[in-house]
């Protein structure tokens, strides 16, 4: 019967990091947004996020991003510094074509530094693309 469930794996849809400055804390951090590079709007964005070591895990955050407009990016969160070792794994589900879709993303350990940097699709700026 589980079988019989189709979930396909969505294409056009991006989880990347850009290092913003923030006013508060009168630093630059490493932001999450979630990119909608698809010709339409998809609805009911749900992202799961979570990291982990060896010995470490963080806790499992999730996220209602609503509806998100075609080639759009909204935040998701802010990421510490402490967890730029670890590996960090997104998961977003959405609907779009009377169907729900799902795809995993990850940022493989020290993965986000200035130096990996590239210029990122649907936004005017460069940042780091999960896997």
Do not use: C
């Not at 019967?1 to 969505?10: L, T, V």
């Not at 210029?119 to 780091?128: R, S, V």
């Amino acid at each position: 019967m589980r079988k019989d469930i189709e979930i396909p794996q969505a294409e056009n849809i991006h989880i990347v990091a850009i290092k913003e400055w923030d006013q508060e804390i009168e630093a630059a951090l490493w932001t999450i947004y979630f990119v909608n590079n698809r010709e339409e709007e998809i609805d009911t964005v749900l992202v799961m996020s979570r990291g982990n070591t060896n010995d470490k895990k963080t806790t499992t955050l999730r996220r209602n991003l609503g509806n998100v407009s075609s080639k759009d990016a909204v935040k998701v969160e802010f990421m510490a510094d402490d967890v730029l070792g670890f590996t960090n794994e997104y998961l977003v589900t959405f609907f779009a074509e009377n169907k729900l879709f799902e795809r995993k993303f990850t940022f493989a350990p020290y993965s986000i530094s200035d130096e990996k940097t590239v210029k990122l699709p649907a936004i005017d700026t460069e940042g780091i693309l999960a896997k």
